[in-house]
């Protein structure tokens, strides 16, 4: 039994203060964006699926500057599908039922 999803999603990042700081720091910030939600379970011999849904994310983390360009970033971020209402509108979009926590750490340059 394995269950994966992969996301591709674009993200807006706003940092606190806006504007900027520059040199050594911490500098707190909250995210989101929209984008794919790739769904892949497989539960055996009897029974297999995966989706391709659009999703969003939510998220709030911490970059930590050791100079001027260069740090590092940690988020929480957390996923939730849509789900299509049924109806002729692409718009008409609900909450799905599928939704996940990630956390992550990456390298910032500025």
């Known amino acids: 039994v394995s269950n994966h999803a992969l996301t591709a999603m674009g ?11 520059s040199g050594a720091g911490i500098r707190p910030y909250v995210t989101g964006g929209l984008g794919l939600i790739r769904t892949n379970i497989n539960g055996g011999l009897t029974s297999s699926t995966s989706n391709n849904e659009i999703g969003y994310n939510l998220g709030a983390g911490l970059m930590g500057y050791f100079a001027d360009h260069v740090g590092v970033r940690g988020d929480v ?13 692409p718009l008409n979009l609900n909450i799905g039922t599928f939704h996940f926590w990630r956390a992550s750490l990456g390298l910032v340059l500025r």
């Open 77 to 89: 971020r957390y996923f939730r599908n849509f789900q299509d209402s049924g109806s002729n509108n």
């Open 11 to 21: 993200n807006l990042i706003v940092g606190i203060p806006v504007g900027g700081t």
